[in-house]
């Protein structure tokens, strides 16, 4: 088969469709990700648990999708003859695309990108890092670096000498 057949652009428009199904699920599990750091910020957690299970749900759509997906793109990457099949990117199928084909696949692209950015900022914002505080934080560090950071309670500068791994800073 080559790619300009009939059956390779049909291939890629199989990609394109479970693209877009993958699309749909990660955007199910951004929803969920967000109703879940919502409901566990909340004094009241009595629906983390189903959200818990429609997590669950959707992360086995989306791992399903992305496993025709990576099938789909090995397929392509055997039929133009890469050593690595699986490892074959988007980039160099739009090569081979129509341009309907290559607009979609494009746009999606960009719409994983902000999925990935959103997804990145909520586990970036996690509620429960927000009760840490500074009084809470302490940093230890090894003997053989600590020497000169060291300081007694009153702030004055401890020797090396006595100190054990372990000791708050």
């Keep these: 088969m080559r ?44 629906s983390v648990e189903g959200l818990l299970r429609v997590e669950r749900e959707v992360i086995t759509n989306a791992v399903m999708m992305e496993r025709d997906r990576i099938a789909l793109v090995t397929e392509l990457g055997e039929i133009l003859g890469r050593s690595d099949p699986s490892r074959l990117r988007l980039a ?13 696949i494009l746009d999606l ?21 927000t009760r840490h505080r500074k009084e809470n934080v302490r940093l230890y560090v090894t003997p053989s670096r600590s020497r000169s950071l060291i300081r007694d309670t009153q702030g004055r500068a401890r020797t090396g000498a006595g100190v054990r791994p372990g000791d708050a800073v």
């Design 3 to 46: 790619p300009q057949s009939p059956e390779f652009q049909r291939l890629i428009a199989r990609l394109v469709e479970t693209l877009r199904e993958e699309l749909r699920q990660n955007q199910r599990l951004l929803e969920v990700v967000r109703r879940k750091k919502e409901a566990l910020a909340s004094p009241r957690r009595e």
């Design 92 to 104: 160099e199928v739009l090569l081979y695309a129509s341009s309907e084909d290559r607009d979609e």
């Design 109 to 129: 692209r960009d719409d994983f990108r902000d999925i990935a950015d959103e997804l990145d900022d909520l586990a970036s914002s996690g509620c429960a890092f």
